[in-house]
T-cell receptor, first 114, second 113 residues
Framework: DTGVSQNPRHKITKRGQNVTFRCDPI?????LYWYRQTLGQGPEFLTYFQNEAQLEKSRLLSDRFSAERPKGSFSTLEIQRTEQGDSAMYLC????????????FGPGTRLLVL | AQSVTQLGSHVSVSEGALVLLRCNYSSSVPPYLFWYVQYPNQGLQLLLK??????LVKGINGFEAEFKKSETSFHLTKPSAHMSDAAEYFCAVRRGSQGNLIFGKGTKLSVKP
């Protein structure tokens, strides 16, 4: 069990550029979550998948944000036309669905938009 | 709607002193409650979770939390602080059947030698 991994760990981009982050969950986990964390705040839920199905996406911050999990394994989060307000830590978590569900988090991708 | 309030954005204790981090929740259904710890520039690590099996929950690194329904609280404690406990701590409630967590704003714990 190697845990949840995220790549890249850091990303610096210019305003207006597109960025994509990758998350690899714990191998047997069927749920995958994306959260955003800004300075001094707790993580804020964005979206989640069960297997390849995206079950909740209304919390994505705008239509510039999209996420995929094409084969029910890794997931990508894309931000188009980045803005300075998108600067944050993007966290991924995975879990096994059920009443005892516990989410395990990756190390995060820190995005800085200049 | 479910929510979590963490009282005190910053708590400072001396090494060896009691650690008490406060968390109050609001939930219309029996909640699932969690405490996570975050070290600088890292992700969140699970400390402990309450899933209705027992009101006193023991976690890793000597931490424990007590679920008090009458007070809607889930405070985190540790009898004796260690320098390595310095980090930010987040309380979270699981939002119904959907599974996503709702987090408090966090409490930064400092430990003085």
């Amino acid at each position: 069990d190697t845990g949840v991994s995220q790549n890249p760990r850091h990303k610096i981009t210019k305003r207006g550029q597109n960025v994509t982050f990758r998350c690899d969950p714990i191998s047997e986990h069927n749920r995958l979550y994306w959260y955003r964390q800004t300075l001094g705040q707790g993580p804020e839920f964005l979206t989640y998948f069960q297997n390849e199905a995206q079950l909740e996406k209304s919390r994505l911050l705008s239509d510039r944000f999209s996420a995929e999990r094409p084969k029910g394994s890794f997931s990508t989060l894309e931000i188009q036309r980045t803005e300075q307000g998108d600067s944050a830590m993007y966290l991924c978590a995975s879990s096994l669905a059920g009443a005892q569900e516990t989410q395990y988090f990756g190390p995060g991708t820190r995005l800085l938009v200049l | 709607a479910q929510s979590v309030t963490q009282l005190g954005s910053h708590v400072s204790v001396s090494e060896g002193a009691l650690v008490l981090l406060r968390c109050n929740y609001s939930s219309s259904v029996p909640p699932y409650l969690f405490w996570y710890v975050q070290y600088p520039n890292q992700g969140l690590q699970l400390l402990l979770k309450y899933t209705s099996a027992a009101t006193l929950v023991k976690g890793i690194n000597g931490f424990e939390a007590e679920f008090k329904k009458s007070e809607t609280s889930f405070h985190l404690t540790k009898p004796s602080a260690h320098m390595s406990d310095a980090a930010e701590y987040f309380c979270a409630v699981r939002r119904g059947s959907q599974g996503n967590l709702i987090f408090g704003k966090g409490t930064k714990l400092s430990v003085k030698p």
